[in-house]
């Protein structure tokens, strides 16, 4: 007797329980894995489906959705949906969704994990201690930056934006930010709206928190670091392509900016050759949304999205 569940694609292994919703709602395609899916395999699970789960690495083309004939939905397991052609999508009549509000405050705390790792040299000190060379406490050893009552410049200030500034209160540090749309300030803060230039020459502490579109897309390059002071720290926890990873590399060693926190790469998982040898930088593979519950409440949302297009009725987080 053939199943009476729509059929799901899933490219990616999603935590235990998402993906015990799903087999409770779905019939899936094939179980998925924990590695990227190849190009191929992608355009014959899209080509089949009625209904995909897909992520931040998925390329989806007009190429990859020709064979879409029984697609539905797309439901991006992000907030961000650049690797989507919306165009392409919208032609083939096929909805996509997003996972915006639930990463908001995971990428915030990350963001601020980072800033302070980046300023206090947490990641020098800690291969300092486990290399077995520590000698003891020093006044000279590995000064780092003042966090608070320095300048934070936040470079978009949409929900992430906001909630890293809501976060510098505690550390009383005055807000600058750069945003095409009008903020309210929250009662007692103290934040300000600029002009890019003028924020990148203000700022102890750039952060960016753009989404990745052409007009973003190296938005931070060799121009933008040379109004930095010699002293900032540069935060990326949003799309790796907005900095233009080669300016970063030449602006760290050149001694232009004083450090960088990195979650996001120009070419993920690749970065740039010389970024792993700087130890003014702190890396991370791509975390802003890692926990548990965030991650398991994306997923949720992909399902109420597919849930919603699959009845006919409105996806609560349609994006095209």
């Known amino acids: 007797m053939a199943s009476a569940k729509p059929l799901l694609y899933v490219s990616r292994l999603l935590p235990d329980p998402v993906m015990a919703a799903v087999r409770a709602q779905y019939d899936l395609l094939h179980e998925p894995s924990n590695g990227p899916a190849a190009p191929a395999a992608l355009r014959q699970g899209l080509s089949k489906a009625v209904a995909a789960i897909v992520t931040l690495t998925d390329r989806i083309d007009a190429d990859t959705l020709a064979s879409a004939r029984e697609l539905k939905v797309l439901a991006n397991y992000a907030v961000g949906y650049?690797?989507?052609?919306?165009?392409?999508?919208?032609?083939?009549?096929?909805?996509?969704?997003?996972?915006?509000?639930?990463?908001?405050?995971?990428?915030?705390?990350?963001?601020?994990?980072?800033?302070?790792?980046?300023?206090?040299?947490?990641?020098?000190?800690?291969?300092l201690v486990r290399s077995g060379q520590w000698t003891g406490w020093t006044p000279t050893q590995l000064l780092g930056a003042a966090v608070a009552g320095s300048i934070v410049g936040i470079v978009g200030m949409g929900r992430i934006g906001q909630a890293v500034a809501r976060r510098a209160a505690g550390f009383r540090m005055p807000v600058i930010y750069y945003s095409h749309r009008a903020?309210?300030?929250?009662?007692?803060?103290?934040?300000?709206?600029?002009?890019?230039p003028d924020l990148l020459r203000e700022s102890d502490i750039v952060t960016i928190h753009v989404p990745l579109t052409p007009e973003t897309r190296h938005l931070i390059g060799a121009p933008e670091f040379a109004l930095m002071r010699r002293t900032a720290i540069l935060i990326n926890t949003a799309r790796g392509p907005i900095v233009d990873e080669s300016a970063l590399v030449t602006a760290l060693q050149e001694g232009t900016i004083a450090g960088a926190g990195l979650d996001v790469?120009?070419?993920?998982?690749k970065i740039h050759p010389h970024l792993a040898s700087l130890p003014q930088v702190v890396l991370l593979p791509h975390l802003g949304s890692a926990t548990l519950a965030t991650r398991v409440e994306m997923g949720m949302i992909c399902l109420k999205n597919i849930e919603a297009i699959l009845a006919g009725r409105p996806a609560p987080n349609r994006v095209a």
């Not at 009549?93 to 300023?119: E, F, K, R, S």
């Not at 903020?183 to 890019?196: C, Q």
């Not at 790469?265 to 998982?269: K, T």
Request: glycine share 4%; proline share 6%; aromatic share 4%.
């Open 265 to 269: 790469f120009e070419d993920e998982p």
């Open 82 to 127: 650049n690797n989507i052609d919306l165009n392409a999508a919208q032609r083939r009549g096929i909805a996509v969704t997003n996972t915006p509000d639930v990463l908001t405050d995971a990428t915030a705390d990350l963001t601020w994990a980072l800033l302070l790792a980046a300023a206090r040299r947490l990641v020098e000190g800690d291969r």
């Open 183 to 196: 903020v309210d300030t929250p009662p007692g803060a103290h934040w300000a709206s600029r002009d890019l």
